[in-house]
């Protein structure tokens, strides 16, 4: 898992801003090999230190899907669902129902993609073992060996009378049956 500060400006004379992860006070996280939609960001991550800052000038073949990306962080930022209103589908599936990101800026790279210029200051690498990852991170073989422990925490918390975080650990269990299954 890596956590960072990331810059978005546009390749123009101006350098305009496009997005700052700390205006939004909020920083990025990824999990490394688990397929972000900006691949590029792993990439470029993955050359850099904790502590270090860099500038990366990425062309176009990397950068198509960056208005669909920011798209999410900015609603996230915004406190809002980043799905909210889509259908079930891919967010350029989306796109075609909606033709819009809902931001003028996202719009117009949408329809005009161009090289963009990230800046990003690396905080954190941590390895697997040293944070709770989710259970959409997890491998087939962690998902199986969670739901138990998910189950005996469920029972614990409902032992203790704190029914809502039983519920949310019954509910993790099941998400975690479910996408067995699915797969």
């Not at 990439?43 to 990425?58: D, K, N, Q």
């Not at 931001?103 to 697997?128: A, G, K, S």
Request: with cysteine; hydrophobic share 40%.
């Amino acid at each position: 898992q890596i956590t960072f500060h990331f810059q978005t400006l546009k390749d123009d004379f101006e350098r305009t801003v496009l997005d700052d992860s700390r205006e939004a006070g909020i920083p990025m996280e990824i999990i490394v090999g688990k397929m972000f939609k900006l691949e590029i960001w792993e990439t470029l991550l993955s050359s850099m230190r904790a502590g270090e800052v860099a500038e990366f000038w990425c062309d176009t073949i990397h950068t198509g899907m960056y208005a669909l990306v920011s798209r999410g962080m900015r609603r996230i930022a915004e406190g809002r669902d980043p799905l909210e209103g889509q259908k079930h589908r891919c967010g350029m599936g989306n796109m075609f129902d909606y033709h819009s990101t809902g931001y003028d800026d996202l719009d117009e790279l949408q329809r005009t993609p161009q090289p963009l210029i990230f800046i990003m200051e690396l905080f954190r690498v941590e390895e697997p073992s040293a944070y709770k990852r989710d259970t959409w991170a997890m491998s087939k073989e962690e998902k199986l060996a969670a739901v138990p422990v998910l189950h005996r925490e469920g029972n614990r918390l409902v032992l203790s009378k704190e029914f809502g975080q039983a519920a949310a650990k019954y509910q993790e269990a099941v998400i975690c049956l479910r996408n067995l299954q699915a797969k």
